[in-house]
């Protein structure tokens, strides 16, 4: 199993950006892609993007499209969320996960504790 470790939350005025980061406890595992997943108050988790192993394919869902960027750092085991324009709506507990092979709307086998975004109006 994979442990993932995020930090980068925090509260942030509507128009504002925050950079999210998820470390993994291995290096150089190949095949690994990496994700983001949310979930808001009172609301099911929901799918927010994904980067395969080698960063050369992403997938995002439409509400953060031309917002949000996800990428992998150079030593593989670290994925960020660049996170512009937010929202209010974007106000959720952000987590990171993994999973072998690319499928980014397929089942995860890795997460993380979460970080809160709150994004104020």
């Known amino acids: 199993q994979v442990q993932l470790v995020e930090s980068g939350g925090g509260l942030v005025q509507a128009g504002g950006s925050l950079r999210l980061s998820c470390a993994a406890s291995?290096?150089?595992?190949?095949?690994?892609?990496m994700g983001w997943f949310r979930q808001a108050p009172g609301k099911e988790r929901e799918f927010v993007a994904a980067?395969?192993?080698?960063?050369?394919?992403?997938y995002y869902a439409d509400s953060v499209k031309g917002r949000f960027t996800i990428s992998r750092g150079n030593a593989k085991n670290t994925v960020y969320l660049q996170m512009n324009s937010l929202k209010p709506e974007d106000t959720a507990v952000y987590y990171c996960?993994?999973?072998?092979?690319?499928?980014?709307?397929?089942?995860?086998?890795?997460w993380g504790q979460g970080t809160q975004v709150t994004v104020s109006s």
């Open positions: 996960a993994g999973r072998w092979g690319w499928a980014p709307s397929g089942r995860y086998d890795d």
């Open positions: 980067i395969s192993w080698s960063g050369g394919s992403t």
């Open positions: 291995r290096r150089a595992f190949s095949g690994y892609a």
